[in-house]
């Protein structure tokens, strides 16, 4: 009941286009959901979250869809770049009760140019 | 920009011996965390720590690990008797307050041989 399934695993995109990323979690005392980026070497660093309270959260290129109902989320990476290219986690958290991170599996996202 | 710091960046181990990874949190941070990535798996959560006492931890963190924060500025996890399936890599990460983004540090590769 804790586990955040993502999918897919990798994706290829050409320079341009629409990365998408989707996540999927069963736990619905869940209330708080950030994108994690990490690029080889480092560690995972935020990218942009979301409450359960919207359905959609935009930063920049970077945009988050909520659904509440069917317990998913996905990532929209509008006009990808190859500086995108990195791993991708999605991630949940249960505020009340706790701190820790819940990750999904991560995709792997490469942009060609 | 403040950074969480972690050190070695790579340890090699023998099974059975004892390891302390060691992290230096941002400075006006409160909450402390440890996560581990096996390699090609997802990051998972080991404990967060708090006022000097652990706050939450997983079934992973079992006897054989343990938190501290030996002074004012680092806090390390410490294995006690290494497992090969100990291989992976930790990260630390540390947050202002339970409620805030969750800065993870560059990680520390551990090879137990």
């Known amino acids: 009941q804790q586990q955040v399934k993502q999918s897919p695993q990798s994706l290829i995109v050409q320079k341009g286009g629409i990365s998408i990323i989707n996540c999927a979690y069963e736990n619905t005392a869940f209330d708080y959901f950030p994108w994690y980026q990490q690029f080889p070497g480092k560690g995972p660093a935020l990218l942009i979250a979301?409450?359960?309270?919207?359905s959609e959260k935009k930063e920049g290129r970077f945009t988050i869809s909520f659904n509440k109902s069917a317990k998913q989320f996905s990532l929209h990476i509008m006009d990808s770049q190859p500086g995108d290219s990195a791993t991708y986690f999605c991630?949940?958290?249960?505020?009340?009760?706790?701190?820790?991170?819940?990750f999904g599996e991560g995709t792997q996202l490469t942009v060609n140019p | 920009e403040p950074e969480v710091t972690q050190t070695p960046s790579h340890q090699v181990t023998q099974m059975g011996q004892e390891v302390i990874l060691r992290c230096v949190p941002i400075s006006n941070h409160l909450y402390f965390y440890w996560y581990r990535q096996i390699l090609g798996q997802k990051v998972e959560f080991l404990v967060s720590f708090y006022n000097n006492e652990i706050s939450e931890k997983s079934e992973i963190f079992d006897d054989q690990f343990s938190v501290e924060r030996p002074d004012g500025s680092n806090f390390t996890l410490k294995i006690r008797s290494t497992k090969l399936e100990d291989s992976a890599m930790y990260f630390c990460?540390?947050?202002?307050?339970?409620?805030?983004?969750?800065?993870f540090g560059p990680g520390t590769r551990l090879t137990v041989l």
């Open positions: 990460a540390s947050s202002r307050t339970v409620f805030n983004e969750q800065f």
């Open positions: 991630a949940a958290r249960e505020e009340t009760s706790g701190s820790r991170l819940t």
């Open positions: 979301i409450r359960p309270d919207v």
